[in-house]
């Protein structure tokens, strides 16, 4: 009987363990270096790549979604541009989020340097510190009805 309630406990402690590797813990990976006033954000993101390009890609992506989605915490900006519902955000901006990351986005990155490392599997980490254009981002976000113009 013990046993069968020692293998039940097990089971339970996997199960929730599977469960909260779901989690997205990609804030702790955006980290808050500077900022100049309300215009411009320097933020180190680090992510995940099977290549270089794709890793470096995935860290200036990951570096966007936070400050759309989540803020960036420790920083002036730490209330998401968005809001925190993701999904939905991303569900009623398909087209503006497609063209965002298939190449605008570069356009709001004043200044990017990459710092590279090979892991595990063959896989690339990328840290890239970035400085991006807060000012002409939340204009556009404004200017494409994805965000309300503040005091509207």
Known sequence: ??????????ILLLSCK???SHTDLSSARVKYLTSQGRNSLTVQSTDLGNNQDQAIFNAK????????FRGIS????????????????YKANETYFKEFYSGRMESFILSSSENLEKVKG??????????????ALRK?????????????
């Open 1 to 10: 009987m013990r046993k069968s309630i020692g293998l039940v406990i097990f």
């Open 18 to 20: 599977s469960a909260g």
């Open 61 to 68: 992506k990951l570096a966007f979604q936070n400050l759309f």
């Open 74 to 89: 420790g920083s002036p900006f730490n209330d998401p541009l968005i809001g925190i519902n993701e999904r939905q955000g």
């Open 122 to 135: 063959g896989q690339k980490l990328a840290k890239v510190t970035l400085q991006i254009n807060l000012r």
């Open 140 to 152: 556009d976000l404004e200017d494409k009805s994805v965000i309300k113009k503040f005091g509207l």
